[in-house]
């Protein structure tokens, strides 16, 4: 296959797998989701050794360099490990929910992650736009599948944030595009190549207002604070699939349309403009979301604002505008995506068998749960920057460019910061997972509590010990062996398409 | 040619004559759109006729402001109309004693010693009329100024018949934003100020709805012919300002000859009586607003003022 | 500054202007009909706001774009809305945080805060007219006053068709040459949002029985 096929096999296999799921039988759209998702990964792991020879480009619409590649890559393989994780998770919904939400729910993960697989490999901040404005359609939709109170409140206030935040970042275009009128004349396509060749003409005043609106628009959707307020709402109440992708890999898609706007204003007005306003909102997301990681009751909260905190971690490596940060970035953003896939999947597995979100509530998790607990606990260590993880690898990249820098106060604030995000972590670790088993000596199976998110749950639920679904368990190894392979050996296309990548978002030439 | 004193001696009796006759003209239509015959188009004439023969008749409690007050008005208003662009398009010699702002002041007097008068009766309803009509008048005056300010910006001066010769130059100057909000915020001012509907029934008799109207409910013969023949004049000289200032100064004479000048009077009255039946219209398709709602009335209009102006400085709109 | 602005210039900021003013409109309006009666007139004159550009600018495309405008933005979407409104007649008017006079006061504002960024930016260009991106500028912020101050899902809802009414007005000035696919591309992922808009609402309207969002407050920290 021609690199351009694959590129066109992966913009239209999705699309088409949604559409199908539509009219399938949920025990049909199970597996074929499971078989796509993994064939669009396999398609954008071959895409790596062809993206370093030269960047693709399929007509006027589709291109995928290095920093595409990356983006791709991390979502695809959330859209694999998801659907294996939603395989396990929708096999235990299928008694109360019926074919229909079946059909809804694959159907509309499919088009999610064809809308987010898609958003990187477009040609043109404008295409980028459009891609992204409709991930938050049907993840609005996906939100609010669940049909509850909470639910609908959460997706209420995410669709309605995320659309204004999109339209701040609509705005970013057209000004980006009122830029480029100086130099193209009043009418020109917004691609990349383009844009990139001429950015050093064009009007800095315009450039960085462009910048600063598609921070602003596209960091709510990112979750950057002070706009990041719908995000631990809708990962809390959202089925824990679409928490997964929304907090692993759509955060990471809108980080990439930050870093596109990054780009064309790096060659414009300079890096010390685009650092500055990123270093001011990873601080504040950071530190914020460090603040409430101490005091966080929920367990999908929790993973939450910890993907505020890693969004936080994101824009400030990109600050530091050193080769190396930005190597170091970019790595994060494959790290975190399975991380925190990871993460999610052992909360749906924990959610399943507590039947709370509460984590007052959840007490021995490692004892009841024999795998994932296992898996949990190091997917939060994975999270918390421990070695052997990719995490870990890739924040020391950031930290050491960092400290390379000679303003070195950016990675002092950020070690702290990580450190106080680290307690609230381990907090959650050592009181729902390792602490000791509900069923002291064996007793009958314990009863720990009506169950107050999960509607349609059974009233009571009764703790046995075992494993909610097998699926959910390989999902979690697949994460887990993902990020040890990403910390401890780099396989070397990945960190050529690393280098490859940090070297298209610029730094010192 | 015409003396120009001759021509302001012109302008201020065009003003002091046409004013009854466009106010017969819009009562007449609209007697016609309510489905009345409406009263006859000379009545307003026969009416200040009537009034002047009769008895001045004064209460007990009230000194001689109360018998002066309608003086001041009506003198005021022969003042005004020195100084805005009635009939021609050049300035006359007079033209220069005061600038939009000035005859601002001058009509202030004029409401201002009405509303004396009114609180000098000692007539409750009288008082409430004045006590109204200044306290709307006062959330009014900044709208005014930034009206003011916005034709400033746009010519580099205040004198009204600049901002006419500036608003003649081009179709660009008539679409500028800054002067349609400008004319738009003046157009609600004037509605407001002629006691028109939504702020006020000019023709109605209930008086715990009035407002200008209130005030001259003591006065009656020749002093009560004066402030209503003040206040037809105080109409058309609002009119005047917004034709020749703001909307359409077309029509004037643009020299002394004595053709252009006499036919510059038909002119104006005939597009005062075209404004005034836009008024008419207005007055007749809605409804009077609460009376605490006129403050958002008045909000709507300094909204369009401040934005004429913000736009101006914005990119010189 | 103080250059008189061409007729083409005048005639858009204008138009704009008036985008603006019944965005204020808007913002005062309290019943929950006239407010999306409000919204079809404004996006009326984005409509006849893209004639006159592609009018005046020579693009032909605009014209398509117009049709499409008017089509989505003046039928359909107030339809959906009105539509939406009659079977959940419990609520005829919303209600918002602060009193009418305040949040004028508030737009007003904003809208110099919008108006007086855009300047200090100093975008001069010479086929394109500025004060236009400076209003639409005030446009979105007003709309974000409106979405923050009202406490109903309809005149959220509407505030977000407005401020997307706000960008348009900017792609249409500023960037009349913008490629036709693209716009349409805008309008079409704006006709999906309403109806996913729509949904929810239907959602929270069956959950809650209400249109008000006064006890969204159940997920916080």
Known sequence: MTASSVLVAIVIVPFVVS??????????????????????????????????????????????????????????????????????YLHLEAGRSGARYGRLFYSGINLFCWAMVVAPVVNGIALLWVAIEITTVVSALLVAIDDTEAASEAAWKYVLLASLGLGIALLATIVMYYAGTATFGPAYNLSYAKLLAGAHHFPPAAVRLAFVLAVLGFGTKMGLVPVHTWLPDAHSEAPTPVSALLSAALLAICFYAILRFYQITERAVGSTYPRDVLLVFGVASLLLAALYLLRQRDVKRLLAYSSVEHMGILAIGMSFGVQLATIGVLLHVLSHAAAKGTAFFGSGSIVRKFGTKDMRRIRGGVGVLPWSGPLMVAAILALSAMPPFGIFR??????????????????????VLVTIAFFGLSWFTSQTMLSPDPRPGGAPDQVVGAPDQVVGAPDQVVVTRGEPSV??????????????????????????????????????? | MLNPYGVQVLQVATIVGGAPLVSGVIAHVEGRLQGRRGPRILQPYYDLAKLFRKENLVTEESSWVFLAAPIVAFACYLIVPLLIPVLTTYGLPLG??????????????????????????????????SSRAMTFGALIEPTLLFVVFA??????????????????????????????????????????????????????????????????????????????WGSNMKQLILYTILIDVFVAPWGLAGSGRVLSVVLAVPALLGKAMVVGLVFAVIDNSFSKLRLFKITEFLAASFLLAVLAVLVYYVGGG | MGSVPSTYSGTTDLLTLLVLLTEFAMLRAPLLRSQIRLYAFQSLVVTVLAIVVAASRHVPDLYALAAVTFVLKVVL??????????????????????????????AILVSVFGFVTITTLHLHSDVLPTPTLAISVAIVLVAFVLIILRQDVVSQAVGFFSLENGVDVASLVVAAGLPLLVDVAFLFDLLVAVVVFGVIMRVHHGRSNTLSTHDMDRLRG
């Not at chain 1, 064939?39 to 895409?47: G, M, N, Q, R, T």
């Not at chain 1, 950031?398 to 990675?411: K, N, T």
């Not at chain 2, 006691?195 to 006065?219: A, K, N, Q, W, Y």
């Open chain 1, 394 to 415: 890739s924040e020391f990249l950031i930290v050491s460019g960092g400290l390379s820098d000679p303003h070195d106060a950016g990675a002092a604030i950020l070690v």
């Open chain 3, 77 to 106: 979407v107030p339809g959906l809305v009105l539509r939406l409104m009659r079977k959940a007649d419990t609520d005829l008017a919303g209600s918002s945080v602060l009193g009418v006079a305040s949040m004028i006061l508030i």
């Open chain 2, 151 to 228: 034709v400033a910006l746009i010519t580099r001066t205040d004198l009204p018949y600049a901002l006419a010769a500036t608003v003649r130059l081009s179709a660009s100057e008539m679409v500028r934003p800054a002067h349609v909000l400008a004319a738009v915020a003046f157009f609600l001012l004037v509605l407001a100020d002629t006691g028109r509907i939504p702020v006020e029934t000019h023709s109605g008799t209930l008086e715990f709805g009035m407002i200008d109207e209130g005030r001259t409910l003591e006065h009656s013969g020749p002093a009560l012919a004066l402030l209503q």
């Open chain 2, 96 to 129: 220069y004693m005061g600038d939009i702002l000035g005859g601002g002041f001058v009509l202030s007097l004029a409401g201002f010693s009405v509303a004396l008068a009114g609180t000098e009766s000692g007539a409750p309803y009288a008082q409430l009329g």
């Open chain 1, 19 to 88: 559409v199908a799921t539509f009219f399938l039988p949920v025990r049909m759209s199970k597996p074929l989701t499971v078989v796509t998702g993994i064939a669009i990964f396999a398609l954008s792991a071959a895409l790596v050794p062809r993206v370093l020879r030269a960047p693709i480009r399929v007509g006027g619409t589709l291109q995928a360099d290095a920093l595409s590649v990356v983006f791709l890559v991390a979502t695809a393989f959330l859209y694999a490990t998801t659907a294996i994780f939603a395989a396990g």
């Open chain 1, 471 to 509: 699926w959910i368990v390989v999902a979690m190894v697949i994460g887990l062996g993902a990020l040890l392979v990403l910390g401890v050996h780099l396989p070397s296309q990945l960190s050529q398409l690393l280098d490859q990548a940090a070297r298209e978002l610029g730094g010192p030439r």
